[in-house]
């Protein structure tokens, strides 16, 4: 009973692995900016490493090749550590770290509330993310949804 299910397991990764694959390929076809550049390739990566994770682990259960299966075991553990581990970078990076404002629904933001403030100091790097920004138009779309408001009904659509 346990070998089946570790082998049911084994197979779900394996299927697991097409959808990953899929979507980075499907968004390394729709990028269209540097920001959106690097997650494809790293969502292709994953998506490759655990199908071919999974796939020896198949064929080590299905052919009995204990070696094989061994090695799946391990790369599977290594890899739930290693996504363990981007996950608390990606909680760390993104921690709400914004102030609470008196009497406003929302939090205001200092650059040296996140670790990646030394990204835009450095003038080649911040140039890269700048190119982000505007082809975002995240000012433009800032700009259109300001005009004509006096501050309090722009601090209002943040309630």
């Known amino acids: 009973m346990g070998i ?3 082998g049911l397991l084994t197979f779900s990764t394996s299927m697991l692995s097409v959808p990953i694959l899929g979507a980075g390929i499907w968004l390394a076809t729709e990028a269209d ?7 494809p390739w790293s969502a292709i990566t994953f998506g490759a490493f655990l199908m071919l994770v999974s796939l020896t682990g198949l064929l080590g259960f299905f052919c ?18 290693l996504l363990s ?21 929302y939090r ?3 650059l040296g509330d996140y670790c990646l403030q030394k990204r835009v100091e ?27 408001k006096v501050a309090e009904q722009f601090y209002n659509q943040f309630r």
Do not use: H, P
């Open 122 to 148: 450095n003038s080649s790097e911040w140039k890269s993310t700048k190119s982000s920004l505007q082809d975002a138009k995240v000012c433009k779309k800032l700009a259109d949804d300001s005009v004509g």
């Open 108 to 110: 205001e933001y200092q």
């Open 64 to 81: 009995r090749v204990s070696r094989l299966f061994c090695f799946y075991l391990a790369a599977m553990c290594a890899l739930i550590l």
């Open 4 to 6: 089946t299910i570790i």
């Open 33 to 39: 900016n540097d920001c959106e550049k690097l997650l």
């Open 85 to 105: 581990f981007f996950t608390a970078i990606a909680y760390a990076v993104t921690d709400d770290g914004g102030q609470a404002v008196s009497g406003k629904g």
